[in-house]
């Protein structure tokens, strides 16, 4: 069936249905169907990753870039994954009806403050196909219906994994309506979509800065329009260099083409001339291509080998790279580091290295990112790094979730007031 705005608009209505039965659903239905979109997942890998390589041979033909394709391969590990982190969601907590608080008023009235789901989730997502189950499994833990509508360049493979999630729902006892695939990849469905203000409660890209921008402009209702990630580690004065190098290098290297991977180099000038060397070197054999500021670039002349550097550009500052490039500044001082990532930072992922306690608390405080480092890589930025079984977006927004939102962050409350018959006066 071709999908148009009426039939999303139905799909949507479909699953805001659903969405009242699966806020009342057990804990134990729900965590049954997890565990069988997990078991479904591993049973019917040849399945997804013929479907994958359908779309990865469709996307080279098209002249998709290396982070696209990087983003949306799958192999026999990443579908292993997507299993694993529907089996760990399952092990979570349920925090629909968790009472935040009680008390008695003096009226006598008993009033609580319960956890409830939001409803129904539209997500809007660009090339990983992981998206497609690490959504669909948060949001029916947390109760929540969803509209999925993934991009083209992954059709078949989103295709495969959604009927997947249907049909062990189903088999499970939830509504398959709670999981909704918009199969047509028509652009213009997402401006229907984000206009579906009556049956979906939440809007939430995943994919480029021109998407979240374009859904932030054009969402009826709320959305979450953060994510992008321009990311900085600051070396400072008091750094152990050898733990510098090796989250540097790590948070640039481990899979550069995510979000929460190192755009931006800053080093204390006092260290400079022993630490910019051996990073050069090292993002060398990792064909890493370090874009240096004047001062660095008078530190790195010397640099022979496989050391890939070039005077940095003003637009290398600020710009999310999603590939083996950083860019690097020698900084006079924390006073500085923090200036620049203030200007130039996007509020996603920031860190600093050193062994000096006040420098640290410093940058912990005054920097204003969704989640803030101190002698680690800001690759740990995920929402199954931090125990949350994965996430549905990695959010910068200030209002209503911050970093990895996992199920807590998907979820609103109610009040519930119980009396004996009290009339106000």
Request: net charge negative; glycine share 6%.
């Amino acid at each position: 069936m071709t999908t148009t705005a009426t039939t999303l608009h139905d799909q949507a209505l479909a699953a805001r249905v659903a969405s009242r039965r699966l806020a009342a659903t057990p804990a134990g239905v729900k965590n049954s169907a997890l565990i069988a979109i997990a078991t479904a997942i591993e049973a019917n890998r040849e399945k997804i990753l013929v479907a994958n390589e359908k779309d990865l041979v469709a996307a080279r033909r098209d002249g998709l870039n290396f982070q696209m394709l990087d983003r949306m391969t799958l192999n026999a590990e990443r579908v292993k994954d997507m299993a694993d982190a529907a089996r760990n969601i399952a092990s979570l907590d349920d925090p629909i009806g968790e009472i935040l608080e009680s008390r008695d008023l003096a009226s006598g009235l008993n009033l609580e403050r319960v956890r409830v789901p939001l409803g129904v989730i539209g997500v809007i997502y660009e090339s990983r196909p992981n998206v497609t189950i690490d959504i669909a499994t948060l949001c029916l833990k947390s109760g929540n219906a969803v509209v999925l509508r993934g991009g083209k360049e992954c059709i078949l493979t989103n295709t495969v994994l959604a009927e997947i999630v249907k049909n062990s729902i189903e088999t499970a006892g939830i509504p398959r309506d709670a999981v909704q695939f918009v199969e047509s990849t028509d652009r213009a469905l997402v401006k229907e979509m984000l206009e579906m203000d009556d049956v979906i409660d939440l809007m939430i890209p995943r994919g480029s800065a021109d998407l979240v921008n374009f859904v932030g402009q054009n969402a009826k209702m709320p959305a979450i329009t953060g994510g992008v990630g321009v990311c900085h580690t600051y070396i400072d004065v008091d750094a152990k260099l050898d733990d510098a190098l090796a989250i540097v290098v790590n948070a640039k290297v481990q899979r550069p083409t995510v979000c929460n991977a190192l755009d931006t180099v800053l080093v204390h000038q006092a260290i400079a001339r022993q630490f910019l060397p051996e990073l050069a070197i090292e993002f060398g054999v990792n064909n890493v291509e370090l874009r240096a500021d004047s001062r660095s670039m008078s530190v790195l002349d010397a640099i022979a080998g496989g050391a890939k550097i070039t005077p940095a550009r003003s637009d290398d500052f600020g710009t999310e790279f999603l590939a083996l490039i950083a860019s690097v500044k020698i900084v006079d001082s924390i006073d500085e580091a923090l200036d620049h990532i203030a200007k130039y930072g996007s509020g996603h992922s920031e860190a600093i290295v050193s062994e000096n306690v006040e420098s640290v608390e410093r940058f912990l405080t005054e920097v204003d990112a969704g989640v803030v480092f101190a002698n680690t890589s800001t690759r740990f930025n995920d929402g199954a790094e931090f125990g949350l079984g994965a996430e549905v977006a990695i959010s910068t927004n200030k209002l209503h979730a911050r970093g990895p939102m996992g199920l807590k962050e998907i979820t609103s409350y109610k009040w519930k007031v119980r009396g004996q018959g009290q009339i106000r006066q």
